[in-house]
């Protein structure tokens, strides 16, 4: 599976964007995760590709959504009400098959996008 990911930019805070991952396989999980300067990779989102259920981190609920693009074989991460300390570089990730029940663990995914890089000013 290849991922592609697209989207990021410089956004003042208060601000949206929208980023999108385009897959050339099969999709059982997805999810976004992102890595601050200086800071480890950390989850933002994820979703099963099937059923719809979502998990999100706490400073992002009620913020950002992910999506499935059933037109596309790929997936989006809306991301609104900005704020500075979401600046960092956004990966997208995807597992084909179950592989455990964990939706926040990046060892839960197999394959991973190149990273777009997302910043917001104050």
């Known amino acids: 599976v290849q991922l592609q990911a697209s989207g990021g930019g410089l956004v003042q805070a208060g601000g949206s964007l929208r980023l999108s991952c385009a897959a050339s396989?099969?999709?059982?999980?997805m999810a976004w995760f992102r890595q601050a300067p200086g800071k480890e990779r950390e989850f933002v989102a994820a979703?099963?590709?099937?059923?719809?259920?979502?998990y999100y981190a706490d400073s992002v609920k009620g913020r950002f959504t992910i999506s499935r693009d059933n037109a596309k074989n790929a997936f989006d991460l809306q991301m609104n009400s900005l704020k500075p300390e979401d600046t960092a570089v956004y990966f997208c990730?995807?597992?084909?098959?179950?592989?455990?029940?964990?939706?926040?663990?990046?060892?839960?995914?197999?394959?991973w996008g190149q990273g777009t890089e997302v910043t917001v000013s104050s």
């Open positions: 990730a995807v597992a084909p098959n179950y592989g455990g029940s964990s939706y926040r663990r990046q060892s839960s995914y197999d394959y």
């Open positions: 979703r099963a590709w099937s059923n719809g259920d979502t």
């Open positions: 396989g099969r999709i059982f999980r």
